[in-house]
């Protein structure tokens, strides 16, 4: 996260202010060309903002801003004000801080689990838990949506349980 923010971001950046500066000084009579560097121009502002996003994803600023618990509650508030859903959070130890890579990949798969409650389930209420005990750690999310049948193939354009399986995966789980 810190490589594609630190390199590739301030590199496409770069690159946008110098088609900017293009922009600013093609010959009016020349449209094709303002079109294109203009084209261009936008392409390098989007990559910039994907790349930017991709490293936010990778590496959550909150994590280092609020700390684990603050930042998983955090999380459920905005759940519950985005997507009207009650949600409650439950952390056992109160004061559960993780490490990295462990708060991340618990932050996303909360993060996923939670959007696929707002996506698939219509659920009226949900319950993250976090419980450590004895180096384990347990996260539980439960709604009271519609469910899925988990033996079921899944489509061809869904990887968010994939994702999460290979998030845990990742960090031993």
């Avoid at 630190?6 to 088609?19: R, S, V």
């Avoid at 009650?86 to 952390?91: D, E, F, I, K, S």
């Avoid at 180096?135 to 519609?146: F, H, M, P």
Wanted: glycine fraction near 6%.
């Amino acid at each position: 996260a810190r490589e594609l923010h630190d390199e590739l971001a301030q590199t496409l950046a770069t690159l946008k202010n110098d088609l900017e500066w293009l922009l600013d000084h093609v010959p009016q009579e020349d449209a094709a060309l303002a079109r294109k560097i203009g084209a261009m121009h936008a392409l390098a502002r989007g990559a910039v903002t994907a790349t930017r996003r991709i490293a936010s994803d990778l590496r959550p600023l909150m994590l280092d801003d609020l700390g684990f618990a603050a930042a998983m509650q955090w999380l459920v508030e905005d759940f519950q004000r985005r997507h009207g859903v009650a949600c409650t959070l439950r952390v056992e130890p109160g004061e559960l801080q993780l490490d990295e890579p462990y708060a991340t990949a618990v932050f996303r798969i909360a993060q996923e689990a939670l959007a696929n409650v707002a996506r698939h389930a219509a659920a009226s209420s949900a319950s993250v838990a976090l419980a450590y005990r004895d180096e384990t750690l347990v996260l539980t999310i439960r709604d009271d949506g519609a469910g899925f049948d988990p033996g079921a193939p899944r489509k061809s354009a869904s990887f968010g349980l994939v994702g999460l399986r290979e998030r845990a995966y990742l960090v031993g789980g």
